[in-house]
Every structure is written in structure tokens, then in C-alpha cells.
């Protein structure tokens, strides 16, 4: 289901940052979890992190674990993903999605509910 709206993607030089939003509806924000994915043409959508309604339990993606970081914000329905330190094959759209309970923290695109319609992100010098 499309419920979810993504901003913020761009053309982006390699090393710099980037912040991304997911704009979430309420009533998901406090019952799912919600995760931050990736894909390139002819590929499959590639996890990168997850948080549940407990804001202290996350999950990233070893590819990038330590450059990506996501956070929620309750006040404003929001859930975001800092990237940094960005790379040429960090190239592609970006989804945010949905697990609806009870949820695991799992990157596995199939687990996911509700998605946006991507944002397009390009690491280029």
C-alpha cells in the first residue's frame, strides 16, 4: 500500500552528506516499524536500516553501518535517514516502508506493508 511520502533525495558529491524524510501517518508511526531501502535497476530492494516504535531499537545494514543513521520524530511523524561519507554506488531510489504489527526488525522488503514512491538519490563528482 502507498502511504508513505519521501523527500530530500538530490544530486550529491561522493563524501558529502545527505538527509532523507519519510513522512509517516500518525496511527503507523506508533504501532509499526519502519525502514529505509534501496534499489537499482534490475535489482531487488536493499535493506539499509529499521526502527521500531521503541526508538532504542534499530537495525542497519552492514553496508552501511556507521555512515547510515536513522531517527524518528514523533512530533513531527517523521522518520529520517542521515547518510554520510556517501559513495558512487550509494546511487539509487530510496524507499521508506512499513511493517505492521507484530513486527520484527527485519530488512526483508517482503515484510514491509506500506511504502512511498521512492526519491531519487545520485552520488556523482
Known amino acids: 500500500q502507498l502511504q508513505l511520502v519521501e523527500s530530500g533525495g538530490g544530486l550529491v558529491q561522493p563524501g558529502r552528506s545527505l538527509r532523507l524524510a519519510c513522512e509517516v501517518p500518525q496511527w503507523i508511526m506508533g504501532l509499526f516499524a519502519v525502514g529505509w531501502f534501496r534499489q537499482v535497476p534490475g535489482k531487488e530492494h536493499e535493506g539499509l536500516a529499521c526502527?521500531?516504535?521503541?526508538?532504542?531499537?534499530?537495525v542497519y545494514a552492514d553496508s552501511v553501518k556507521g555512515r547510515f543513521f536513522i531517527y524518528k520524530d514523533y512530533s513531527k511523524s517523521t522518520v529520517y535517514l542521515t547518510m554520510e561519507k556517501l559513495k558512487f554506488n550509494d546511487t539509487g531510489v530510496y524507499y521508506c516502508?512499513?511493517?505492521?504489527?507484530?513486527?520484527?526488525?527485519?530488512?526483508?522488503?517482503?515484510?514491509?506493508?506500506?511504502w512511498g514512491q521512492g526519491t531519487q538519490v545520485t552520488v556523482s563528482s
Open positions: 516502508a512499513a511493517q505492521k504489527p507484530p513486527y520484527t526488525l527485519t530488512l526483508a522488503w517482503d515484510e514491509y506493508t506500506s
Open positions: 526502527i521500531g516504535t521503541d526508538t532504542g531499537h534499530m
